[in-house]
């Protein structure tokens, strides 16, 4: 028979606790993707070159190995469909390959939802003839705010908030564009705070393993800057959200895996965002919930697979123990000329874990979705306020400089804005009326800042005291230290250019205004 392999689908970083995981259970590892560089590949057992999206393509492979082949897993793609046409093929555990549809296709899932009452938005089906009619007007009346995404794909890639009828068709293209069928959901938007769940099912048992605050950013674009565990959310809104999870599990069927749902508690009550069948990426998973649990979730999760009930599914839900906070750091538009901070940041008090997304050369952009955000960090304590101030600290102690004289640079901190993404991208520190007023009094002709003058000790009197902080926890007088460490030696500059830069763009925008200062 030979030695057993576990064929995992996906070989980014994402994976790597499924390849630790099949190895702590004494599995060979044969992993597939599309991208032979991948992170991961170096440390399969065997790789093979095979799309994702191929589910016949891998179906043949696992059945040629079907004797020697003992689970088909995935963690953190968007292909649980594709495990479980494989896993059919081949007489192996997993979800039935209709309800992993009902779990990857959102309209289906809404579909399910509505039948079984299970509280979701409304929501209707767009494709490329429905852009066609509401271009010529032939559409029909449409309200509102509404969210726009495509029917399947993940990492809020083509998602967004559409606010009025003229952000409608450029939202609806985009989405279109990012699902592999080209078509689009368009959902009546749910306001209130959003939360992620991770469960195991086993036998049609639904057990827990993971319940977190999600932290959500930069309307109409829906951008998670972090999740923390536990949940701050009190005990009974956590068993109201549950109870929803757990009945829209059933509702699409899912049976034998793991089921992962973004939700929200709206004034209604809890609303299913959606649920897929899968383990959850975005570091919850593999990396906060072990973390604050002390229970390896992939390796509980791929039992499963291997047709065994773990322990952990004896009980209602795992429980979080200690603290873990995941936090992301973003970019303003640029290219990168060079990353600072990386040494202080992982020094930084209760760091687990540092990942850059980004390196020096990198194209990088306000996040639009959450794949273009540029790293992130981790943390644990047996205290939340501890294990958040880690996390922050750690944020921002990373600088990524930009080269000067480009033009997505100049645009962003000219306040160039698409006509359909009003109020987008983003303001490093946002003053309300009446403290611009007074910055902008006390700043216009204010001179030069001299070639080689230090910053940190000139502050308008206005601002003084503030503590704003920017996307990346900096506050004002931390980034004026920042820029005198980074960039004793500059030419000099005029004062108000380079405070408008500040408050528009942070450390980046000084620091590129001083590079690209004549």
Sequence with gaps: MGEKYILILGAGLMQRPSIEAAKELGYKTLVIDANPKAVCVPFADRFEKVDLKDREAIAELALSMKDNLAAIFTAGTDFSASVSYAAEKCGLPSHSFDAALNASNKVRMRQCFAKHGIPSPDFFEAD??????VENGTAGEISFPKVVKPVDNMGARGCRLVRNAEEFIPALKEAIEYSRTG?????????????????LVCNGKVTITGFADRHIYFEPYFIELGHTMPSEVSPKVKAELVECFTKAVHALGLTTGVAKGDIKYTEKGPMIGEIAGRLSGGYMSGWTFPYSSGVNLTKEAMKIALGQSPESTRTPEVQSVKYSHERAFISVPGKIKAIYGQDNAIASPYIKNLFFRVKEGSEVDFPRNNVEKCGNVITLSEKRELSLWGAESAVSQIVLRLEGNNKATEDFLAGIELPHEKGFPYS?????????????????????VCADEKVSGWIPSCLKGNQLKDWNYRTIGQTLRMFDVICPVHKAFDKEKFWKY??????????YYADSAE
């Design 128 to 133: 490329s003839d429905y852009h066609s009619k």
């Design 502 to 511: 500040l408050l528009r763009g942070g450390i980046q925008a000084i620091l």
């Design 428 to 448: 490093a520190y946002s003053l309300d009326s009446e403290e611009y007023s007074a910055f902008e009094k006390e700043i216009c002709g204010s001179g030069k």
């Design 183 to 199: 078509k689009a959901i368009v959902e009546d938007y749910m306001a209130g705070p959003e939360f992620s769940i991770d469960a």
